[in-house]
């Protein structure tokens, strides 16, 4: 700048110092004040009250008052800071896509590691090699992910706090609505895996993303009424529940993982409002978390190669009838769409006598309906990128009083191909 405007270049003044702002040790912060404080992993023991370094007050997460990550306790009362270390059998282990506190990339054939050299590169004996900033972890001789960690993500400092707010606004509901998740909302969009979700619920909510926890009570209480004993209890403030809601989803985005995309299907369930943007972005995470590929050969456990397939099926039907009703361009194309169709040991969910009981009875119709549904969205994509293109509807309109012809040019191949669908 000096050179530019032809001035001799010296120091007018010695630069003011920059100071570190405090951070109060005790009590919680104000919003106001928490807006002032980075979401360091380091300063994040301060922001959350209440926490201490040995346990929480259900005695079943302990924290790190250094680091603020998530620590899970085990049956000895030792403290574990992912799944793989946890004593005991847990469907947990092994896991790529809800791992405590980490989350992961998928590496394309365009981005910086190119996967066709996946091969050359030596791999540990759990099929990772550490980064100078991440790890990457192969699934398959061609296809690996990125894992980074969560602290120092945005609102990574929140998330306890979230979780404890939503947990207080359905107490002492919590464990109702979640049965009645289970018994009503799951059957006919299996997009959870039961088995492992109540596994995480008996140890603590505290081991939920904020706003998976918060969508399944949402949408649980739809069905308030439907329980005699819940009529009796005041309804809690879905707004207010809705709005952390809303906030915690923001804030998982920045580190998503395989439930970031559970709680955005889910929460649009519950609401229509703003659908086409998150769906937007949903799809984009999708991507990124290789839920348009196939999975059945990945080394990850074999329940999560059956959730990414329902789960991506979902968003699927999710984009499409989106599209349809916003008048919005599809954003999945059958191109960069890889899965393989659901099949019944894809729904690895029993029912059992006591299921029946609770009225699950419904799952095998639930499978059937939440299959058929996958079927018809297939031939609605179909429609929407052969029929409503811009393309095709340049070309219709060009066409004039012949448009109808070219019309049922572009329909009557889809019409054929769907038959065997039906």
């Known amino acids: 700048m000096c050179r530019f405007h032809n001035q001799e270049c010296s120091f007018l003044h010695i630069p003011d110092s920059l100071k570190r702002r405090p951070i109060q040790d005790e009590g919680e912060l104000t919003p106001t004040k928490r807006q002032l404080v980075?979401?360091?992993?380091?300063?994040?023991?301060?922001?959350?009250?209440g926490i201490s370094s040995q346990s929480n007050s259900s005695g079943r997460i302990i924290k790190s008052p250094e680091t603020q990550d998530r620590i899970i306790q085990t049956t000895s009362g030792s403290g574990v800071e992912e799944y793989d270390d946890l004593e005991g059998p847990s469907l947990l282990k092994k896991t790529l896509g809800l791992q405590n506190k980490h989350?992961?990339?998928y590496v394309g054939a365009t981005s910086g590691i190119e996967p066709a050299l996946l091969g050359l590169i030596p791999i540990g004996e759990n099929d990772v090699v550490q980064l100078a900033d991440s790890t990457l972890r192969r699934v398959s001789l061609t296809e690996a992910f990125l894992l980074f960690p969560d602290p120092g993500t945005q609102g990574y400092c929140d998330e306890l706090e979230d979780l404890d707010a939503i947990e207080a606004i359905v107490k002492p509901h919590g464990k109702a609505l979640v049965d009645m998740y289970f018994r009503i909302v799951f059957p006919s969009f299996p997009i959870l895996h039961k088995e492992v979700y109540l596994e995480k619920y008996s140890r603590?909510?505290?081991?939920?993303?904020?706003?998976?926890?918060?969508?399944?009570?949402?949408?649980?209480?739809?069905?308030?009424?439907?329980?005699?004993?819940?009529?009796?209890s005041t309804k809690p403030d879905i707004n207010l529940l809705e709005e952390v809601a809303r906030k915690a989803l923001g804030d998982t985005i920045h580190r998503p993982k395989l439930s970031t995309v559970q709680a955005g299907l889910l929460f649009l369930q519950h609401t229509d409002t703003d659908s086409a943007e998150l769906t937007a972005q949903l799809v984009s995470i999708a991507y990124g978390l290789g839920l348009h590929l196939d999975a059945s050969e990945w080394n990850i456990p074999a329940w999560e190669k059956?959730?990414?397939?329902?789960?991506?099926?979902?968003?699927?039907?999710?984009?499409?009838?989106?599209?349809?009703?916003?008048?919005?361009?599809?954003?999945?194309?059958?191109?960069?769409?890889?899965l393989r169709p659901v099949i019944k040991t894809d729904f690895p969910e029993n029912s059992s006598h006591e299921?029946?009981?609770?009225?699950?009875?419904?799952?095998?119709?639930?499978?059937?309906?939440f299959t058929h549904m996958i079927k018809l969205s297939i031939i609605l994509a179909d429609l929407l990128?052969?029929?409503?293109?811009?393309?095709?509807?340049?070309?219709?309109s060009a066409a004039g009083a012949n448009g109808i012809s070219i019309l049922l040019e572009k329909v009557k191949p889809v019409q054929l191909r769907q038959v065997s669908l039906i």
């Open 38 to 49: 980075e979401p360091n992993p380091m300063t994040c023991s301060k922001l959350v009250d």
């Open 103 to 105: 989350y992961s990339q």
């Open 204 to 232: 603590s909510y505290r081991e939920f993303s904020p706003p998976l926890l918060a969508s399944v009570y949402l949408l649980a209480l739809h069905y308030w009424s439907y329980d005699e004993e819940l009529n009796r």
């Open 306 to 338: 059956g959730l990414r397939k329902r789960l991506g099926w979902a968003l699927f039907m999710q984009d499409k009838w989106s599209s349809l009703g916003s008048g919005r361009v599809s954003l999945i194309h059958s191109s960069n769409w890889a």
């Open 355 to 369: 299921d029946e009981k609770e009225g699950s009875s419904e799952v095998e119709k639930g499978r059937i309906l």
């Open 385 to 396: 990128e052969s029929v409503f293109t811009v393309k095709t509807t340049i070309e219709i």
